[in-house]
């Protein structure tokens, strides 16, 4: 039996895979008339190399470059997605663990009850060291998760919704 989707989300972090996952989830939205949540969680370890974020009196213009580039492409999505006939589209936009806040937070704040991701691009050897995000969230998740592996064609660089050729 065929599950119908209430609630999508999908997490972006601006690689094909992430833009075939999330072409998919906006076609499972529309088939469904689901609720669509468009993520990106920037890596709170990655922050770690700026000591000094916590302190109001030091300029964090370049963080808030960062964030406001992640909201601009957020949007763009969302703005493709609402071309599509979507018109139940949400944007998230947080600093964390990117496993934790797709397989635990963010299903349970907002009851997901399907994940899309993109397939990592790691080897054996990083996923080993480091572990993928997909596979924490696979194995995780209480929902279903669907993992969307790149097709060349389709994300070819001219076809990016990231560069706005849309």
């Known amino acids: 039996m065929e599950k119908n989707y209430q609630k999508i989300l999908v997490a972006i972090d601006g690689s094909d895979e992430a833009e075939q996952a999330f072409k998919k989830a906006v076609a499972i939205a529309k088939k469904n008339k689901s609720q669509l949540f468009i993520a990106h969680i920037s890596d709170s370890r990655n922050l770690r190399i700026f000591p000094n974020l916590d302190r109001p009196d030091q300029d964090n213009t370049f963080i808030d470059q960062v964030y406001n580039m992640a909201e601009t492409t957020l949007n763009t999505y969302k703005k493709w997605a609402e071309k599509q006939h979507l018109s139940e589209v949400k944007i998230i936009l947080r600093v964390g663990s990117p496993k934790i806040e797709i397989s635990t937070n963010l299903p349970k704040e907002y ?51 990231a560069n706005n050729n849309f």
């Not at 997901?112 to 995000?133: F, H, K, P, Q």
């Open 111 to 161: 009851n997901i009850d399907l994940i899309l991701l993109g397939a990592t691009g790691l080897n054996a050897v990083e996923r080993l060291l480091i572990g993928s995000v997909s596979e924490y969230v696979a194995r995780n998740a209480p929902c279903d998760v669907l993992i969307a592996r790149s097709d060349e064609a389709e994300t070819h660089e001219n076809n990016r919704i």
